[in-house]
């Protein structure tokens, strides 16, 4: 029997070629199969927040439903707040006359890296292949809590790089992230992750 899929509408603050884009499509082909992405791209968080709504009303007349995803850092002046950035995500709505029950906001708390740096066992496969024939220098950290315990995580994981790999090979979202969302086998780590558990069960319909 065939089944039919359900098509859901993404909003990402990044271009077409971005590492939210791309990493998110991944992780959600793998959680639920029977989900079809329409995504839209918004470039940067301020725009995202100010835009969304008319995004998302377009969206809404192809799909049954819309996921906006940003990441709460950087903050792009002041302290980032992740209330503020949903009030200011909701008034934009509002004004597009986009009800929320049809909207899904999820915020990756710190960055997209957050995700990544919390499965170890991935990221230490990637490093060993590209480091390969070498060893790696250090253990890599497990973390209970990653959204809470890892902060600046795309700091730490450029620093990661140049400690064992060399400054000439840095960590470059577009080029590495989704290499590391691609050699996570399980969601025993991710699951600790609360903004990855909402993202799995909000946006994929999946209970982790």
Same mark, same amino acid.
């Given at each position: 029997?065939?089944?039919?899929?359900?098509? +859901?509408?993404? &909003?990402?603050?990044?271009?077409?070629?971005?590492?939210?884009?791309?990493?998110?499509? %991944?992780? /959600? *082909?793998?959680?639920?199969?029977?989900?079809?992405?329409?995504?839209?791209?918004?470039?940067?968080?301020?725009?995202?927040?100010?835009?969304?709504?008319?995004?998302?009303?377009?969206?809404?007349?192809?799909?049954?439903?819309?996921?906006?995803?940003?990441?709460?850092?950087?903050?792009?002046?002041?302290?980032?707040?992740?209330?503020?950035?949903?009030?200011?995500?909701?008034?934009?709505?509002?004004?597009?006359?986009?009800?929320?029950?049809? +909207?899904?906001? &999820?915020?990756?708390?710190?960055?997209?890296?957050?995700?990544?740096?919390?499965?170890? %066992?991935? /990221? *230490?496969?990637?490093?060993?292949?590209?480091?390969?024939?070498?060893?790696?220098?250090?253990?890599?950290?497990?973390?209970?809590?990653?959204?809470?315990?890892?902060?600046?995580?795309?700091?730490?994981?450029?620093?990661?790089?140049?400690?064992?790999?060399?400054?000439?090979?840095?960590?470059?979202?577009?080029?590495?992230?989704?290499?590391?969302?691609?050699?996570?086998?399980?969601?025993?780590?991710?699951?600790?992750?609360?903004?990855?558990?909402?993202?799995?069960?909000?946006?994929?319909?999946?209970?982790?």
């Amino acid at each position: 029997m065939t089944v039919t899929k359900e098509v +859901v509408g993404f &909003i990402f603050e990044c271009g077409r070629d971005g590492p939210d884009y791309k990493v998110c499509r %991944h992780l /959600l *082909g793998k959680l639920n199969v029977n989900i079809e992405m329409v995504a839209r791209f918004l470039d940067v968080k301020t725009r995202l927040l100010a835009e969304c709504g008319p995004v998302a009303s377009e969206l809404l007349t192809t799909c049954s439903r819309v996921v906006i995803i940003w990441d709460l850092m950087p903050p792009w002046g002041g302290n980032p707040c992740r209330r503020e950035d949903k009030k200011k995500a909701f008034q934009s709505l509002k004004e597009a006359k986009v009800p929320n029950h049809k +909207v899904t906001l &999820i915020c990756i708390e710190q960055e997209l890296e957050c995700w990544l740096m919390a499965d170890t %066992h991935a /990221l *230490g496969v990637v490093l060993a292949k590209l480091k390969h024939p070498h060893q790696l220098n250090s253990r890599l950290k497990s973390y209970n809590k990653p959204d809470h315990q890892i902060k600046r995580p795309k700091t730490q994981l450029i620093s990661l790089f140049q400690q064992e790999l060399g400054n000439t090979r840095k960590y470059i979202d577009r080029n590495h992230a989704l290499l590391l969302a691609q050699e996570i086998t399980d969601w025993s780590k991710l699951r600790r992750s609360d903004s990855f558990c909402r993202f799995a069960e909000k946006a994929a319909r999946v209970k982790l």
